[in-house]
């Protein structure tokens, strides 16, 4: 069982994201709150992406994809601007967070934390998939924290 955990205060695990977080609303990342990073971590990354858009976008729709997170974080702020971490380009084509922007129907988005034993090295406009390259051999935890959001 996992030690490493990812919670919001805004939405638990697998319910409805509030709307203000949506693409067209405000935009903004919902609050999370991290737990249990193991203590031979040297940094974490999180990727949030939308599985449920294979259908109506051809693929996985990446949202934010985030790396070199200190791993003593313990809180991502609404809204983060983050000063140490990297933010890497989501599949709007846009740095930072992108929120749910479902075309057809309600989508679940998935919010994947990891714990990582070495910063990656990718270029600040990488996406996931660069990401995920860069960090393979390198995950010592993973958790994910899922919510709905509507059409």
Avoid at 6 to 32: K, M, Q
Avoid at 87 to 111: L, S, V
Avoid at 116 to 135: H, K, M, R, Y
Wanted: proline share 11%; aromatic share 8%.
């Amino acid at each position: 069982m996992s030690g490493l955990t990812l919670e919001s205060p805004a939405f638990d695990d697998g319910e409805r994201i509030p709307e203000e977080y949506g693409y067209t609303d405000r935009n903004v990342n919902p609050p999370l709150e991290i737990d249990g990073v193991p203590d031979e971590a040297d940094s974490l990354a999180l990727i949030v992406d939308d599985p449920d858009a294979k259908e109506p976008a051809g693929k996985v729709w990446d949202h934010w994809v985030v790396w070199n997170v200190p791993p003593e974080t313990e809180t991502v702020p609404e809204g983060w601007d983050p000063d140490e971490a990297v933010e890497g380009i989501n599949d709007y084509g846009e740095r930072g967070y992108g929120g749910p922007n479902p075309p057809d129907r309600e989508h679940t988005y998935r919010f994947e934390l990891l714990a990582l034993e070495a910063a990656p090295e990718v270029g600040t406009d990488a996406g996931a998939d660069a990401l995920e390259s860069a960090i393979a051999g390198t995950v010592i935890e993973r958790t994910t924290l899922t919510g709905t959001y509507p059409a």
